[in-house]
């Protein structure tokens, strides 16, 4: 068990839909992570938030967004839901943001299925 | 932006045996080079890393290698147990100020026959 803990496990909606997945950082983490995981892209980065403020952003998509709050739990919000976002949608945090490298810990998964 | 390649897609070997995989980067400045392991139904776990100050590193029965020169980094498991069977991911990133994020390679489906 990494500690991050991702919510839902499962989840499927329909096209169009809007869906949120939520994230709990590991105790003491400020950066959270996200990332996507399909079968044709692999392992895919999303967007990084440190401590509440944005730090990194990769091939996110303008339908989707996301949010750390100041608990710093984090939410990634899918909107517009289109067939090709059907994916593993995985959460991951590291202790801070460094120009040491430090160890990125990853949830567990929210597997999204858009019908 | 970064790219990784990683080789062999697939890879099958007998108990006992070593296991190595290898991956190329293309951006210069990348200096953390992590392994994971994702088994099925799961999230990828850090198993190894290195740094680019670094040339090899050992825990127990894994060792990665790093040729910055070269560009290459190689993940090396010795006395393979079917407990190995996995996926494995190399990544690399630039860490700075500005964050970290991990470009990964495609994966290695390691599978270690009895």
């Known amino acids: 068990d990494s500690g991050v803990t991702q919510t839902p496990k499962h989840l499927i909606t329909a096209t169009g839909q809007r869906v949120t997945l939520r994230c709990s950082p590991r105790s003491g983490d400020l950066s959270v992570y996200w990332y996507q995981q399909s079968l044709d892209q692999g392992l895919q980065f999303l967007i990084q938030?440190?401590?509440?403020?944005?730090?990194a952003k990769g091939n996110i998509l303008e339908r989707f967004s996301a949010q750390q709050f100041p608990d710093l739990h984090s939410e990634l919000n899918l909107s517009s839901l289109e067939l090709g976002d059907s994916a593993l949608y995985f959460c991951?945090?590291?202790?801070?943001?460094?120009?040491?490298?430090?160890?990125?810990?990853f949830g567990e998964g929210s597997w999204l299925t858009v019908v | 932006g970064e790219n990784v390649e990683q080789h062999p897609s697939t890879l099958s070997v007998q108990e006992g045996d070593s296991a190595v995989i290898k991956c190329t980067y293309s951006d210069s400045a990348s200096n953390y080079f992590p392994w994971y392991k994702q088994e099925l139904g799961k999230g990828p776990q850090l198993i190894i890393d290195i740094r680019s100050n670094v040339g090899e590193k050992k825990d127990q029965r894994i060792a990665v290698t790093l040729n910055k020169t070269a560009k290459h980094f190689s993940l090396h498991i010795t006395e393979t147990q079917p407990e190995d069977s996995a996926v494995y991911f190399c990544a690399a990133s630039r860490v700075t100020g500005g964050g970290n994020k991990l470009t990964f390679g495609t994966g290695t489906q390691l599978k270690v026959e009895l």
């Open positions: 991951a945090s590291s202790v801070a943001d460094s120009n040491s490298g430090n160890t990125i810990y």
């Open positions: 938030y440190y401590n509440g403020e944005e730090r």
